[in-house]
């Protein structure tokens, strides 16, 4: 039976061998939900970076480009970290470059597993089938908050165990308490989350409509890989 593990933060990925697994990096609020948000509505391809100088550089080679720190869009960027600013039929079939505080540094760091997919409650179906029919061991990743572990990444690994717990063995406690957690709170995720640290941070920032839509369940049915450090939807 393949194991499913839990790595709460980026900062505990090196205690992790991923070569021969699956990772699925999870940044709910709001950098994993807008990929799979624009791939669902027609975008060809997604280049994440670490830095705000390299998706200023791609800008110059005709990509898109979307950067945020802290919650907020940077100046002299073409889209903010807000899933509505994926769907504008402008972005269909165009190239986006994006760097964002924590998403896409996650995706960086985990570029070396078998296979990297990106992962929100927006695809939470698609998601799970993917790993049953694959059978592979499989790190859930959360992006987490600079470095710190955060609810709504922790929720979404627990939505994932939980769904997959009948195929998968529990690899972690981390594994254990994040299944818990979701099977706790799955009827009010809305509810549980008003109380953590980066749902208070955009709802000072006036981003309630985000927050909603971004915790909504298998809208979409796309699958956003990373192959060659570029991520892709087939």
């Given at each position: 039976m393949?194991?499913?593990d839990v790595c709460l933060?980026?900062?505990?990925?090196?205690l992790f061998k991923l070569d021969d697994k699956i990772v699925v990096v999870i940044d709910i609020?709001?950098?994993?939900?807008?990929?799979?948000t624009g791939f669902a509505h027609?975008?060809?391809?997604?280049?994440?970076?670490?830095?705000?100088e390299e998706s200023a550089t791609y800008g110059l080679m005709g990509y898109i480009t979307a950067a945020e720190r802290n919650g907020l869009k940077m100046e002299g960027f073409d889209l903010d970290?807000?899933?509505?600013?994926?769907?504008?039929?402008?972005?269909?079939?165009?190239?986006?470059?994006v760097t964002t505080t924590n998403g896409t540094k996650a995706i960086l760091q985990s570029a070396h597993a078998r296979k990297v997919i990106i992962g929100s409650f927006l695809n939470l179906k698609t998601v799970a089938d993917y790993?049953?029919?694959?059978?592979l061991d499989v790190v859930l990743l959360c992006a987490?908050?600079?470095g710190q572990v955060n609810a709504e990444d922790t929720l979404f690994a627990g939505a994932l165990v939980s769904h997959l717990k009948e195929s998968f063995a529990i690899g972690n406690d981390s594994a254990l308490m994040a299944r818990d957690l979701f099977e706790l709170q799955k009827g009010?995720?809305?509810?549980?989350?008003?109380?953590?640290?980066?749902?208070?941070?955009?709802?000072?920032?006036?981003i309630h409509k985000d927050i909603e839509f971004c915790l909504q369940s298998s809208i979409y049915e796309c699958l956003p890989r990373l192959e060659k450090n570029v991520i892709l939807a087939h």
């Open positions: 393949p194991k499913i933060t980026p900062e505990l990925l090196p609020l709001r950098a994993t939900s807008c990929m799979v027609g975008i060809s391809e997604i280049k994440p970076v670490a830095t705000l970290n807000s899933p509505f600013s994926y769907m504008d039929p402008v972005l269909y079939g165009k190239k986006i470059c790993l049953f029919i694959r059978g987490g908050w600079k009010r995720k809305l509810d549980f989350l008003r109380e953590s640290s980066h749902f208070q941070r955009l709802n000072r920032l006036n």
